[in-house]
């Protein structure tokens, strides 16, 4: 995908306010907008300043780093973790895609996925799909009949382990299709506090609690300094019982039009499940076995295998009580024993453009001429034409 013109990053757009988060934070080294050569060796102590100012400052620097982002394009490899009883020996390819999506909810994604044929032999086959849209209808392909549909849009584009939602764009559970950014999601919390980096997590976070989901999930984030504080560990947490839902974390960041972009990135989902006669409270001897697998990185690039990224996948799949002794949490499907673990999950990315928006005509250019789509919104079928007009 080439969109037009490329805009370079040209954030923050108060220079001085940024000038002031790198002394607060005492950063030292390149800075991709430009600014290094000015800024120099900081010396000053963040520990001198009062926590709400810290708070403060750290809030301005994530939105500074978020408005630089108007528009993402970029490929991935998604990997979905070993199972013994799918017959998956080590991490797999489960997807591999194009994807655009932008600040004004306009996505684009096609790709190729893994699916089971016939799900009692569990031979993987390979899909391709095509699917792209807005806030207000979807259009998707199947590629190899022209046949599509053209339907409300599901916010599939907004989930699972990408770096649109590593970075926090798609967080706010219930309404992904118009998620707000991280940083206003912050603003909105109940309260906010700093949280001062330590030796397992060197960066400095905010802990916000009701930020997301009408006040009943709290977000922590770690953002870092040395690339333009863009988030390197997201949290959430359901306030009920200290459920730690969802952990995003970038590994490895490339360097995408003067903004840093999450590159390697693991995704951890969790869930609880009610101690009492019956119930597991530990993972089964095949999840057990499954995890063995997985934390040898077996099946993943070499440059992916690092022992980083071994802790994140021992730390997502523990299986732990909660505050509440009657709650035990685990990796998403940790209790269906006839299921796989679905947690983590990992994504490579690539060749990514900041602030190269993709118009409607090179989505609609990818369509066949002779396309039929399938309306849901009004239960009719529509040519490739047709449904371009309902765009325009």
Not at 77 to 103: C, F, L, N, Q
Not at 192 to 214: H, M, Q, V, Y
Not at 279 to 285: F, I, N, Q, R
Request: negative net charge; hydrophobic residues 35%.
């Amino acid at each position: 995908m080439i969109g037009p013109a490329r805009r370079r990053c040209d954030r923050p757009r108060n220079r001085q306010v940024y000038l002031w988060l790198l002394l607060i934070f005492a950063v030292a080294g390149p800075e991709p907008c430009g600014f290094a050569d000015q800024v120099g060796t900081a010396n000053s102590d963040p520990a001198n300043l009062p926590p709400d100012e810290r708070a403060t400052a750290l809030l301005a620097a994530l939105e500074s780093y978020e408005t630089s982002i108007e528009s993402l394009q970029w490929e991935q490899d998604s990997y979905i973790a070993p199972s013994e009883d799918r017959r998956r020996h080590g991490w797999e390819v489960m997807e591999r895609s194009t994807r655009y999506i932008d600040s004004g909810w306009r996505y684009f994604h096609r790709s190729t996925f893994s699916s089971i044929d016939p799900p009692a032999r569990y031979e993987p086959t390979f899909d391709e799909s095509l699917y792209f849209g807005n806030g207000i209808r979807c259009v998707t392909l199947n590629i190899e009949n022209h046949r599509g549909m053209l339907t409300q849009p599901d916010g599939f584009s907004a989930e699972g382990c990408q770096i649109w939602r590593v970075m926090g764009r798609t967080l706010d559970y219930g309404n992904h299709v118009y998620s707000r950014p991280l940083y206003l999601a912050l603003r909105d919390a109940t309260s906010i506090e700093f949280l001062d980096s330590t030796p397992e997590c060197p960066w400095p976070g905010l802990r916000a609690e009701g930020a997301l989901f009408k006040g009943s999930i709290d977000v922590e984030v770690r953002l870092d300094p040395e690339r333009g504080f863009a988030p390197r560990v997201i949290r959430t947490f359901r306030r009920s019982d200290g459920l730690e839902m969802e952990t995003l974390a970038a590994l490895s960041y490339m360097l995408a039009d003067g903004v840093w972009i999450p590159e390697i990135t693991i995704q951890g989902t969790r869930t609880s499940v009610q101690a009492g006669v019956g119930a597991l409270t530990e993972l089964t001897d095949s999840h057990k076995r499954d995890v063995a697998v997985a934390v040898t990185m077996a099946g993943l690039p070499e440059d992916v295998k690092t022992p980083e990224l071994r802790r994140w996948i021992n730390e997502i799949t523990l299986v732990t009580p909660l505050a509440n002794p009657s709650l035990f949490s685990g990796p998403l499907c940790w209790n269906q024993q006839n299921e796989p673990l679905l947690s983590p999950q990992i994504c490579v990315a690539r060749n990514a453009h900041v602030n190269a928006p993709m118009t409607w005509d090179q989505m609609f250019a990818v369509l066949p001429d002779d396309g039929k789509f399938f309306s849901g919104l009004t239960g009719e079928w529509l040519t490739t034409q047709q449904v371009r007009e309902t765009f325009m």
